[in-house]
């Protein structure tokens, strides 16, 4: 395989990776926006069945990857891409596992006779969560290390926002369903792993960027590779 080819084959990935994170963000919102509503079954069966269309992108672009290294034995840069996309294609994957969860979780709430209280904590984590994927997956495209640094300066945030979120819903359990509480609990248990994700595509940018590894460690860039 010429070079020349093997760069179009590489921005072709790249493309079916960015149609793929607009698909899983898309999906994020969906869920999200389900969260309080009642009679949503079918809004929520949609978000799995779009699911399962995220799943078989993950499949192509996986295959897709691992033949152009097969067959290119790319190094240095090119290298450090091909392993960055098939990252990503995983954390997206599994992004839209949890907007399934949400979803599921939104039609059991809506689904019960006494209404449960939804703290502002799970609309922030929401929020934010999203935010950080975006800008995550804005950081891959543009190459771009700092703001990959940026999204993982807000992960903090959002774990503070669950622990909060969880305090707040078992101080309810004694007056609202126990059952509803537990619900909006695994909603911002699956916000919290998407942040977690997002940072992790924060992650793979720096390295895919500049070589360096800042996985498991916590701080600035500039601090945590010194």
């Known amino acids: 395989m010429s070079h020349k080819h093997f760069d179009e084959r590489l921005e072709d990935l790249r493309q079916a990776l960015h149609r793929m994170s607009h698909d899983i963000e898309e999906l994020v919102q969906r869920a999200l926006a389900l969260v309080g509503k009642a009679g949503i079954e079918a809004e929520a069966e949609a978000i799995r069945e779009a699911d399962r269309a995220v799943d078989a992108a993950e499949v192509e672009i996986e295959e897709n ?67 950080m994927l ?42 609202h369903n126990i059952s509803g509480c537990l619900q909006v609990i695994l909603i911002g248990r699956n916000l919290e792993r998407i942040a977690d994700l997002a940072t992790n595509i924060g992650e793979d940018v720096i390295y895919m960027v500049e070589g360096k590894t800042v996985r498991h460690q916590s701080g600035p860039m500039e601090e945590a590779v010194g």
């Open 65 to 131: 990857a691992i033949e152009l290294l097969a067959l290119h034995q790319p190094m240095a840069g090119d290298l450090r891409v091909l392993v960055t996309v098939l990252k990503i294609n995983n954390d997206l994957e599994r992004i839209g596992d949890h907007a399934v969860n949400i979803a599921k979780a939104a039609s059991r709430l809506g689904k019960l006779k006494k209404k449960v209280p939804i703290p502002p904590e799970l609309s922030e984590m929401g929020r934010m969560a999203g935010d």
């Open 134 to 175: 975006n800008d995550a997956l804005d950081a891959f495209v543009h190459e771009n290390a700092q703001e990959a640094d940026d999204v993982r300066a807000r992960d903090d945030r959002v774990d503070q926002l669950q622990d909060s979120l969880f305090r707040v819903m078992l101080t309810h359990m004694t007056e």
